[in-house]
């Protein structure tokens, strides 16, 4: 395996149009977005790492007037969001959990991952 030091690697951003280069890195992973962001390092224009700032479908802003609630406005919306985003070819979808929503996200098959959310400041 040879070594490269590290002033022989470059230090790029990949542009969304060439992110099917990522499909023969490590697991193949490719985001589907194109407002992600992945940082390769090349040797030899080769990939030999990568980095990636991934724009994840997530839900939010969930809000249906108080009068209209303990209905199925919620789940039908839900329906309906599921569809166009299958239409943009997501296959996930996450969704931030609090004591107040989780119930409901249950409700929504959503599943409960162990994972811990971590922020930085910019």
């Not at 992110?19 to 992973?29: P, T």
Request: one cysteine or more; hydrophobic letters at 50%.
């Amino acid at each position: 395996m040879a070594k490269a030091c590290a002033g022989a690697i470059l230090i790029e951003r990949l542009a969304a149009k060439d992110f099917s280069v990522l499909a023969k890195v490590e697991e193949g992973f490719m985001p589907a977005c194109d407002k992600s962001i992945v940082i390769v390092a090349k040797n030899a224009n080769e990939i030999v790492g990568r980095l990636l700032l991934v724009s994840p479908a997530h839900v939010e802003g969930a809000w249906v007037r108080e009068d209209f609630r303990n209905g199925f406005v919620l789940a039908r919306m839900m329906e309906k969001l599921e569809e166009e985003a299958k239409r943009e070819g997501l296959s996930k979808l996450m969704a931030y959990g609090n004591p107040i929503n989780e119930d409901y996200l249950e409700r929504l098959y959503f599943t409960r991952i162990p994972l811990t959310v971590w922020e930085k400041y910019l």
